[in-house]
């Protein structure tokens, strides 16, 4: 049987070391896109998560009526929806929009606006807990000393709350780089979709999609090893006094990734 | 205008739901009085303390600071709750030391004593750290000056609270059992730290369950018991010879 395994490691071993400039390309999209999605995501779940918290009911509402469409929903439908069926409804047709030197397209402005929402989602039910896990005593004192809100969570609040965030806040991350690939259904050509048109041109399906994998590896686990030293930073207060703050290396960084 | 009192509650009465915690509580602190408030748990000393620089909303009667009614302005005859802004500002000039101590677990004791200044009073950040450094000389702490709150001992952590409140330069001290979570070892250098402070001529109002520093540095002590003041009076007077039968029970219970 084993005369039937077709694999061109020549081709595999090219594509993996020197891969064509469309192959870079497309990684480059996919990082970009993740990182200004993700940040977008936190900002704006931030945001819902102090909605949730409002004295105000409406806001309270709305910061749960939010999370709940946004949870609730697939991202794929979410991204043909807010792309595809916006523009065919007639509500906007997405021109191009140049930023100074960039340029972003119809579906880069669609992608950027779906991955963010739907991130925000998740990044707003992560910011409430570690809001609500904080210390009661930390609201005492900080009304006590006579800090605005916005100085309270700017300078005592968020600061405990960040490190509290960074665990959940690299798991999302790291589904966020992997949920890029979805963005090939609207035409996009970051890793996957560049992977794709590849494969159309060539039929090395295998070799292809090994390479992607080994890809998205290679950025999920560089995003681990940037976590660790996070977590170490946000931690350093929790460490007696004479210990010295060492990364904890490549252990943990190999597994307990979704 | 001398002996203007710097606090002044007024028939404070406070809910919480049905059950009346403070049922018209009434007495004046002097400008550098030490008043401690003694008493059996539940009986409204700490929401007290808490409604002085409005942690806790207050259903009837008025707190003046400074001649300053807190946490509320008055609006065609009636009291409405003022401005967050304003109430803000009111606090800045009351200092509280929490039972426990809710320190900044992320910023080192030195970070914890000058933030407020620099992020809320807008001050310079080196003048600031100067006037830092001279109180945690003062609570004994120079050497900690770098460490986290994780790092220092329970005691330690609430000279840190002392030094931290004191930054902001406050009118007045409130203290809410500053010693009741402390380890016994630990109970005497933070009382200490009190002591100087009240000779330095501090006007600190302590919710205290430490009869002997009350008995010591008070001026005056007042006897709560079921959200009520049972009775006022020098701490010689009270100590010695307690007026109300209710007084001389709460006496003879911790004998």
Same mark, same amino acid.
């Given at each position: 049987m084993t005369g039937d395994i077709n694999i061109d490691s020549a081709f595999f071993l090219k594509y993996l070391?020197? +891969? +064509?400039a469309i192959v870079w390309r497309g990684l480059w999209l996919t990082i970009w896109i993740s990182v200004v999605a993700q940040a977008l995501g936190v900002a704006i779940g931030l945001l819902i998560a102090l909605c949730m918290r409002s004295k105000h009911g409406w806001l309270r509402w709305f910061g749960r009526f939010y999370v709940w469409i946004w949870r609730g929903t697939p991202m794929l439908v979410q991204l043909v929806l807010i792309y595809t069926g916006v523009a065919a409804a007639g509500f906007y047709k997405y021109p191009d929009i140049e930023i100074g030197p960039f340029t972003f397209t119809g579906p880069l402005q669609a992608a950027l606006i779906a991955l963010s929402l739907n991130e925000a989602a998740y990044m707003a039910e992560i910011f409430r807990a570690a809001l609500a896990s904080i210390d009661k005593g930390q609201f005492d004192a900080v009304r006590a000393l006579g800090m605005r809100p916005y100085t309270a969570m700017r300078w005592i609040i968020l600061p405990q709350a960040a490190r509290i965030v960074i665990p959940p806040l690299g798991n999302e991350f790291t589904l966020m780089i992997k949920g890029t690939s979805l963005l090939a259904v609207i035409g996009i050509r970051e890793l996957f979709g560049t992977i794709q048109q590849l494969n159309a041109a060539t039929f090395r399906t295998f070799e292809l999609f090994v390479i992607a994998a080994i890809w998205y590896l290679v950025l999920t686990t560089i995003m681990g090893f940037v976590q660790k030293r996070l977590e170490a930073h946000y931690g350093r207060h929790d460490l007696p006094a004479n210990a010295e703050i060492k990364p904890s290396g490549f252990r943990g960084l190999l597994s307990g990734q979704r | 205008m001398e002996t203007a009192p710097l606090v002044s509650l007024r028939d404070v009465r406070k809910f919480f739901g049905n059950w009346e915690? $403070?049922?018209?509580v009434s007495f004046d602190v002097q400008r550098g009085e030490v008043v401690c408030l003694i008493g059996p748990s539940g009986s409204g000393k700490t929401t007290l303390v808490r409604c002085i620089n409005h942690l806790e909303k207050i259903h009837s009667g008025r707190i003046l600071v400074d001649g300053q009614l807190i946490g509320y302005r008055e609006h065609r005859g009636r009291l409405v709750e003022d401005s967050e802004k304003r109430i803000a500002a009111q606090r800045q000039r009351i200092g509280m030391v929490f039972q426990r101590f809710n $320190?900044? /677990?992320? %910023?080192t004791a030195l970070e914890n004593v000058t933030v407020a200044p620099v992020r809320v009073q807008g001050r310079r950040p080196a003048d600031v750290e100067a006037e830092a450094r001279d109180l945690l000389a003062r609570v004994k702490l120079s050497d900690k000056?770098?460490?986290? /709150? @994780?790092? $220092?001992s329970g005691g330690q952590q609430q000279r840190v609270a002392i030094a931290r409140a004191l930054a902001m330069k406050p009118a007045v001290m409130l203290f809410d059992? /500053?010693? @009741?979570? %402390?380890d016994p070892e630990t109970v005497g250098e933070v009382l200490d730290v009190m002591k100087a402070l009240a000779e330095a001529g501090t006007t600190m109002i302590v919710v205290t369950h430490e009869m002997g520093f009350a008995r010591e540095v008070a001026d005056r002590v007042v006897m709560m018991d079921q959200g009520a003041v049972v009775e006022i009076g020098t701490a010689r007077q009270i100590f010695t010879a307690p007026a109300q039968e209710r007084t001389q029970a709460f006496f003879r219970a911790l004998r």
């Open positions: 070391f020197n +891969p +064509p | 915690v $403070l049922r018209g $320190l900044f /677990p992320h %910023l000056a770098g460490n986290y /709150p @994780s790092q $220092l059992e /500053p010693t @009741s979570a %402390l």
